[in-house]
């Protein structure tokens, strides 16, 4: 069983060492939580990332609580948020008070043109992970259940960019379709499980 100490440890580590929050912190949430302590698959992984993107609020928080809800209950995702927050939270204080001061020096400047290609970096990688987990999940479908993992994030890309539809109806709309392909599915295997039932 994880332990809250360990729980809590990991999360905070992700907190402190992600520059970029929601979407950089995938990478390494994923090496802690699936890599290096095997304490989810990757396809729950995956599930996790996809149930916190329909809960309201920050993206890393709400992965932190999912997955520390699933290990250790309430206390567990309260634990995993609090270590997810508490550097942020600390960082975000010390740059009210002092950023003014410093903002303008040279230096400073130059570090966060440095740290703008890295950030673009860190929120890439994780929609590469997530293709490929999608992929690994469709290859193990049979026929057109592999569509909707095709069509469902070309769709969702051209609405977002080109027709400036919200990313809030996209997933809303993403849910819906996601429901629907899951209840026809289901049909479609009963159907196949009667049928041999016959046969």
């Known amino acids: 069983m994880v332990k809250y100490c360990e729980l809590f440890t990991t999360f ?3 907190g402190t060492f992600t520059i970029g929050g929601g979407y950089a912190m995938i990478p390494l949430i994923q090496r802690e939580v699936v890599d290096r302590h095997k304490w989810l698959s990757e396809e729950e992984m995956l599930d996790v990332i996809a149930l916190a993107q329909t809960m309201p609020g920050i993206m890393a ?3 932190a609580a999912v997955v ?3 290990l250790r209950g ?3 995702a309260l634990l995993a948020v609090l270590g997810n927050i508490l550097m942020p939270i600390i960082f975000i204080l010390l740059i009210a008070i002092f950023f003014r001061q410093f903002k303008d020096v040279p230096t400073v400047q130059h570090i966060f043109m440095g740290i703008r290609p890295a ?5 890439a ?4 992970l997530l293709w490929k987990g999608l992929w690994r999940s469709a290859g193990r479908c049979k026929g057109v259940q592999i569509v909707p993992y095709v069509i469902i994030p070309v769709i969702s890309c051209l609405l977002i960019w080109l027709l400036g539809v919200s990313p809030v109806l996209v997933v809303l709309a993403a849910i819906l379709l996601g429901g629907l392909f899951g209840l026809s599915a289901g049909r479609d295997s009963l159907k196949d499980r009667n049928l041999n039932k016959k046969s």
């Open 74 to 76: 309430i206390k567990g």
């Open 125 to 128: 990688a994780p929609v590469f």
């Open 119 to 123: 950030v673009v970096a860190l929120i």
């Open 61 to 63: 928080a709400n992965i």
């Open 12 to 14: 905070f580590k992700v």
């Open 68 to 70: 520390g809800q699933k």
